[in-house]
C-alpha cells in the first residue's frame, strides 16, 4: 500500500502538517517495521516528524503496531522491570546496568534492551558484557533475580532499521521515543523505566503513558538513560491504568559530598559496579532511592 499518503498529511511544514489518528499511525508503523517501505519513503517519514513533532495519539498508534511485532522476552510471570538503554555514557558513567543488577538482587526480572545508536558513547551493552552478561536471542526468558540484555535487532529488525537512519541524517526520529516507550516483555504488568533528557519529552512521553495506560515510571535520566543521576535526585512520576502520581520531589541545592564514580569506559564501570554489588562502595543514593520507588510500585 505504500505510505506516502501519510506522508502528504505529515510533511506540510511545522504550521500545515496534520496529525495522524491512533490507527492511521498504527498502520504506517506497522508497514515500517515490517521493511514495506522504501529507504527514500523511510527517509521522508523521519524528516517530516522531526520538523512536525509527534502527538500522544501517534506515538500511542506507534506503539501499537510496535509490541504486535516484537519477539518478546518470555517473562513466566515473574515480576518484570524494564529498561531501555539507549543513549550510553558521553561525560558520565552508564550505571543503567548498576540499576539491573540491584533490582534483580531484589528478586525482580530485569530487561535491559538497546542498541548503539552513536559510536562514541559506552553502551550499557558494552558493561554487561564485562559483567558477563551477553545479548540474548529470540524468544529469550528472564526469570526472578536474572537480568538479560535484548539488542533491538532483535526484538524488531525494522525497529533497528528506523533507529539507523540518525546515521546518515544526524537528527532523531519517532523511533528514538518509541523505544524508551515500549514494553518489549511478555508480561502486561511490567514496569517501563523511561527517561527524557529534555523538558519537551517529559510532557510528550507522560501524555503517551497516561494515553495507553501503561505501568511506567519517568524520570530526567542520566544523558537519556533510565537511571538516576548519581549526584542528584530527579524528580520521578509513577503511571498506572491513566493515573499519574510523583513519587519523588526533585533534589534542589547542592550535594554535601560528591560520589566516587568511574571512567566511562566499560571494564573500569563493570568493576566499580562489581564493588558497590559487593559492598565495597556505597548504593549512589539517588539511585538507591529510584530501586526504593520501583519496588514499592512493584509491590503496590
Known amino acids: 500500500m505504500g505510505i506516502s499518503h501519510y506522508i502528504k498529511d505529515i510533511g506540510r511544514g511545522k504550521d500545515g502538517a496534520r496529525a495522524l489518528g491512533r490507527e492511521q499511525a498504527a498502520d504506517l508503523m ?6 514495506q517501505v522504501s529507504d527514500l519513503e523511510l527517509g521522508a517519514f523521519c524528516i517530516a516528524m522531526r520538523i512536525k513533532g509527534e502527538t500522544p495519539e501517534e506515538m500511542a498508534g506507534f506503539l501499537d503496531a510496535t509490541h504486535a511485532r516484537l519477539n518478546k522476552v518470555h517473562t513466566g510471570q515473574a515480576p518484570t522491570v524494564v529498561l531501555p538503554s539507549y543513549n550510553g555514557a558521553r561525560k558520565l558513567p552508564v550505571l543503567t546496568p548498576l540499576l ?8 525482580m526480572a530485569v530487561v535491559v534492551h538497546g542498541s548503539t545508536t552513536e559510536d ?10 564485562e559483567l558477563g552478561i551477553g545479548a540474548c536471542g529470540p524468544s529469550a526468558q ?6 538479560v540484555f535484548a539488542p533491538t535487532g532483535v526484538l524488531n529488525a525494522g525497529l533497528e532499521r528506523l533507529l539507523a537512519v540518525r546515521r546518515v541524517v544526524g537528527l532523531r526520529n519517532p ?9 518489549p516483555s511478555d508480561s502486561e504488568n511490567a514496569l517501563v523505566v523511561g527517561s527524557y533528557t529534555h523538558p519537551e519529552y517529559l510532557q510528550s512521553m507522560s501524555n ?12 530526567r535520566g542520566t544523558e537519556g538513560e533510565p537511571v538516576a543521576d548519581a549526584r542528584r535526585t530527579p ?21 554535601a559530598k560528591m560520589p ?25 543514593a539517588p539511585i538507591a532511592r529510584q530501586v526504593q520507588h520501583i519496588l514499592h510500585e512493584m509491590k503496590a
Open 208 to 219: 503517551t503513558f497516561a494515553l495507553t495506560g501503561q505501568h511506567a515510571l519517568l524520570l
Open 30 to 35: 506497522g508497514q515500517i517495521l515490517d521493511q
Open 142 to 147: 528472564v526469570h526472578t533475580g536474572e537480568v
Open 120 to 129: 562514541k558513547r559506552v553502551s550499557s551493552q558494552a558493561v554487561l558484557a
Open 260 to 284: 566516587e564514580l568511574p571512567s566511562i569506559e566499560a571494564a573500569a564501570t563493570a568493576v566499580y559496579i562489581e564493588h558497590v554489588l559487593q559492598n565495597l562502595l556505597p548504593v549512589p
Open 235 to 255: 524528580a520521578m512520576d509513577v503511571f498506572k491504568q491513566g493515573q499519574t502520581l510523583r513519587v519523588q520531589e526533585q533534589q534542589e541545592g547542592s550535594l
Open 175 to 183: 523511533g528514538h521515543s518509541l523505544v524508551k516507550l515500549m514494553n
Open 100 to 107: 539491573a543488577l540491584l533490582l534483580a538482587r531484589e528478586g
